[in-house]
């Protein structure tokens, strides 16, 4: 991902549905890939991440997929919970350079019970 | 808590100030990233330190500087404030090998 000046693209659910979180990134070279969660007011919480030699990993109630051919990542949140409701980001850390992660410009999740 | 701590958690000041935040890294981690996050918008990569040395700059003013120090804590000294430099200031810390950052619950300025 890159980081851009844009207000952020918002997703509303129903508690207990899936959440489907969609990123895209822009660096061919990005080898690993990360989502965090942020809460009001606190910093970015790691979630889950997947190396580039990965299609799919799966955590606690999230799945990661990711498509290399079209440079896309979804964060999949089983079940979602009013806990759930934060901002989103997804993240692709190229590791040929300075190891730098580059960050989406998010997505606002908002759970609705 | 993460493990990243940054002072203060609130500040305010004038137009024309100058401040500085400071980061103490999770211990072990030498690399120290500071991010800028203004109002409702995405992450902006400032400057990473590694072990004390510069290793990458982004979209960093040159208004603002930082530093590591010995005990690897950073500082991001920001001056000649506008009011447009409000924002959440992020620190994050890593291993400096492959794995994902820890941030710290950030520096919200406010510039009046």
């Known amino acids: 991902g890159e980081s851009v000046g844009l207000h952020l693209p918002t997703l509303s659910v129903q508690e207990g549905d899936n959440s489907i979180i969609n990123c895209a990134y822009s660096n061919s070279a990005s080898d690993y890939f990360i989502w965090y969660k942020q809460e009001s007011g606190k910093g970015p919480q790691f979630i889950i991440d997947?190396?580039?030699?990965?299609d799919k990993r799966q955590g606690q109630r999230v799945t990661v997929l990711l498509n290399k051919t079209v440079k896309h990542l979804s964060l999949q949140i089983a079940a979602t919970q009013p806990g759930d409701s934060a901002v989103y980001f997804c993240?692709?850390?190229?590791?040929?350079?300075?190891?730098?992660?580059?960050f989406g410009t998010g997505t606002r999740l908002t759970v609705i019970p | 808590d993460s493990g990243v701590t940054q002072t203060p958690k609130h500040l305010i000041t004038a137009t024309g100030q100058r401040v500085t935040l400071r980061c103490s890294p999770r211990s072990g981690d030498l690399s120290v990233y500071w991010y800028q996050q203004s109002l409702d918008q995405g992450l902006q990569f400032l400057i990473q330190y590694y072990n004390g040395e510069e290793r990458a700059k982004g979209n960093i003013l040159e208004r603002f500087s930082a530093q590591q120090f010995p005990d690897l804590h950073s500082e991001l000294n920001l001056s000649s404030l506008e009011l447009g430099d409000s924002a959440l200031y992020f620190c994050?810390?890593?291993?400096?090998?492959?794995?994902?950052?820890?941030f710290g619950s950030g520096t919200r300025l406010t510039v009046v």
């Open positions: 993240a692709d850390l190229d590791q040929t350079g300075a190891n730098n992660l580059f």
């Open positions: 997947i190396r580039s030699n990965m």
């Open positions: 994050a810390s890593s291993a400096g090998t492959e794995n994902g950052y820890t």
